[in-house]
Structure formats: structure tokens, C-alpha cells
């Protein structure tokens, strides 16, 4: 289990500046954000001196600008025979992660023959879905954080194909 060295909360300049009793809501996905957080939740009921603002999520933000908060590159002779059950997992993850944090998403997967790269929009999910492949297939992992512990960089690499 890798340490974070940093734990400095750094603001993420993907989330809008919000008052606290403001509510918003994104247009492209529907995730609201209320109370500090975002969900799926539906938004609260109008009161009087709110405000519900019609904002871009920071994830469909980071989707749209192919700004991803972590990168997972698989590689190994494992790999090969076992592509589609090891995308499925990240796909399990991903549904699981939908219904969390709205805001932890794949942007792509892509297999360019000797690997696949899966970009997510967050560090934290990429940091998951490489425990769960490990987890899971066992295999050689490294976990490198950079810009500030706001992006991952996950290498997983199996080669024992028994
Ligand atoms: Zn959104």
C-alpha cells in the first residue's frame, strides 16, 4: 500500500468556487453538488436565498479536455490471454465507483497492442482500480504521484502467464 507523502488538501481547479449554501448542478451528467460534495442524488428543492447553479462537472470537464487525473498502463504476457476479463474489472469498478462519487470515471481505454492505458478523471479511482487488478491477478505494481499529488501514474506488469 503505497504512503502519500504529501496530504496537503490542494484545491482542485476543477471545482467551481461555491458558497456554502449554494447548490450545482451539471449539465452534461446530472451530478449535483451540495454540501461539499457531489452525488447523484437529486438536487434539493429550491429554497428561498439559494442559489442552484448550471455548472460543468469537474469530471465531464477533465473528459472534455482529456485531462485525466490518473493514467494505468498494463503491461506483461499475462496480459494478452486475459484482456477482456481484466477490462471487465475496471468496468465493474467503474459502475461501482458511479454510484459513490460521480465524479470517478474512465475517459479511455486503450489497447495499443503490447498494453492498454486506461485514463481516469481521478487519482484516487486509477490508485483503486490498480489495487483491484493486483488484487486480483497478483502480478508487479508502482504507484508515482505528481502535479502536486493531484496525478497518478500506475504501472501494472505481469509476465507468468501459468
Ligand atoms: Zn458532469
Known amino acids: 500500500m503505497p504512503i502519500r507523502k504529501n496530504l496537503a488538501v490542494h484545491r482542485d481547479p476543477y471545482l467551481p468556487l461555491m ?12 451530478a449535483v453538488y451540495h454540501r461539499k460534495r457531489w452525488s447523484l442524488e ?21 473528459m472534455h479536455d482529456s485531462f485525466p487525473g490518473g493514467i494505468i498502463v498494463l503491461s506483461g504476457e499475462f496480459l494478452k490471454p486475459h484482456k477482456e476479463q481484466i477490462i471487465g474489472l475496471v468496468r465493474n469498478e467503474e459502475a461501482r465507483a458511479k454510484k459513490n462519487n460521480p465524479l470517478e ?30 488484487r486480483a491477478y497478483k502480478g508487479d505494481i508502482t504507484y508515482h504521484w505528481s502535479r502536486d499529488d493531484k496525478f497518478i501514474r500506475v504501472k501494472w506488469h505481469r509476465d507468468r502467464t501459468e
Open 42 to 62: 437529486s438536487p434539493p428543492v429550491a429554497v428561498e436565498g439559494r442559489t442552484i447553479r448550471s455548472v460543468v462537472c469537474p469530471a465531464c470537464q477533465k
Open 105 to 134: 470515471r474512465i475517459i479511455s481505454i486503450k489497447d495499443n497492442g503490447n498494453g492498454v492505458e486506461i485514463q481516469t478523471t481521478s487519482d484516487r479511482f486509477a490508485q483503486r482500480i490498480g489495487m483491484e487488478i493486483q
Open 19 to 30: 458558497g456554502p449554501k449554494e447548490v450545482a448542478v451539471c449539465r452534461h451528467c446530472g
